[in-house]
Structure formats: C-alpha cells, structure tokens
C-alpha cells in the first residue's frame, strides 16, 4: 500500500531550528510536496523536491533521499508564525498526491 | 484576486439531504481536486479531473459525484448525506505538470446530522 509517515507534534522555541522528517512509501514517484497549513485555514504550498538533495528558499529548507523514501523539512530562526501544521505529500505513479497526516508544530517563546 | 473561491463556507445538514458544494478557479487550470480533511488523517481525495469533461475516482469516492462542464466549474455532490460524511472539503487545482502544486480553495466545513 501507499503510507507517509511524519510525527504528529514537535515542539520548539522561538529563534531555534527544527526538522520535520516525512518518509513515504509510494507506488513509482513523481516529487515530493511540503505545505503549510494554520488551523481553519487552506494548506498553501511550500516546497517541491524531485531530486536528492536539499532546496532553500529562504528559512525554508526540504531535502529529499529517493533511495531512502526519505524527505524533511528544516525551518530556521523559527518565528511564532511558524506554528501550523505541516503536510508531506508524495506523487505517486499516477501523478496522485498521497498526503501525510501533518506535523502540527507548536512555537514556544 | 486570482485563485479559488468554494461555496458555501460551512453549513450544517440533514442526513438524507442532497448538497452540492462549489468550486471555481480562474486561474485556468487543467487538473481540478475534491479533498476532504479528518482528525488524524491526511487529505484523502476524493474525485478529481485532469481535464474539462473528464473525471476520476479518488481513493474515497463513495457517495460523492462530480462534474466538470467546463475548465472554471468543479462540483461536488453528495447524494444523500450521512453522518460519515461530516468533515473540511478542500477543492484544489494544479496546471497539471508533475512539479506544479495544487493550490487549495478555503474549504466547506460541512456537519451532517
């Protein structure tokens, strides 16, 4: 069958770093997706990895191991902003989005 | 503002009542999504469309229909409600390339009871 793994709640402190870590089990891949989402609202997209290896985009990094089925999400110098859920999604061989079920991350001044 | 606009944005219902929840982009995508969103769960997709007049079975497609007339429009219906069925439904699009991410509506909370 199809899975994503991530843990479903991390703490942090303001200013600090943290890594979100998603493993996924997919029919074929197609990329792997990271979104965020703040409670009540939609999910808006962050990241997009299709190769091995790390993508920055600002305080946001994603880093993807194919071989591993391994990917994580590094957000730096943490703001309380931050504090949301964060989704893993994998495309599989049919260009489907399979989706974790989140990361809620909970900033602590 | 470009983007997705769905309708309504929360409603409560009776089990056994007809709803069809609204979903229009002008963004002029291709590829168009129905996801719902429980507790504890990922999104699950529910239908979706690669194209205007053509649709396909999510992974959770019971009870659920769907049309796409034309590229902007992407209804869901729910025939005949149940209490199951109680949940956050997001509409989503994509230009439909495989490194370009769907782009999510507000979403419907929708209660059945």
């Known amino acids: 069958g199809q899975n994503i793994d991530q843990p479903t709640e991390m703490t942090a402190t303001e200013g600090a770093i943290v890594q979100i870590n998603c493993t996924y089990q997919t029919s074929g891949f197609n990329g792997l997706f990271w979104y965020q989402q703040h409670a009540g609202e939609a999910p808006t997209f962050l990241s997009y990895?299709?190769l091995d290896g790390l993508e920055e985009k600002g305080r946001f990094s994603s880093f993807l191991s194919r071989s591993k089925g391994y990917s994580y999400l590094l957000l730096k110098e943490l703001q309380m902003k931050d504090s949301a859920s964060y989704l893993c999604a994998a495309r599989d061989s049919n260009y489907q989005l399979i989706w974790g079920a989140g990361t809620k991350l909970i900033i602590k001044p | 503002i470009a983007g997705i606009t769905q309708a309504p944005t929360s409603q409560i219902l009776a089990a056994g009542r007809r709803m069809t929840l609204r979903c229009t982009q002008d963004?002029?995508?291709?590829?168009m999504y129905w996801y719902r969103q429980d507790l504890g769960l990922g999104l699950r997709l529910i239908h979706y469309?690669?194209?205007?007049?053509?649709?396909g079975k999510g992974e959770v497609p019971d009870g659920y229909s769907v049309s796409r007339a034309n590229t902007d429009d992407f209804p869901l219906t729910l025939a005949s409600a149940v209490p199951s069925q109680t949940s956050v439904y997001f509409c989503a699009s994509s230009e439909g390339a495989s490194n370009q991410p769907q782009h999510f509506g507000d979403g419907t909370r929708l209660s059945i009871l």
């Open positions: 963004m002029r995508h291709n590829a």
């Open positions: 990895n299709v």
């Open positions: 469309s690669n194209t205007a007049g053509t649709t």
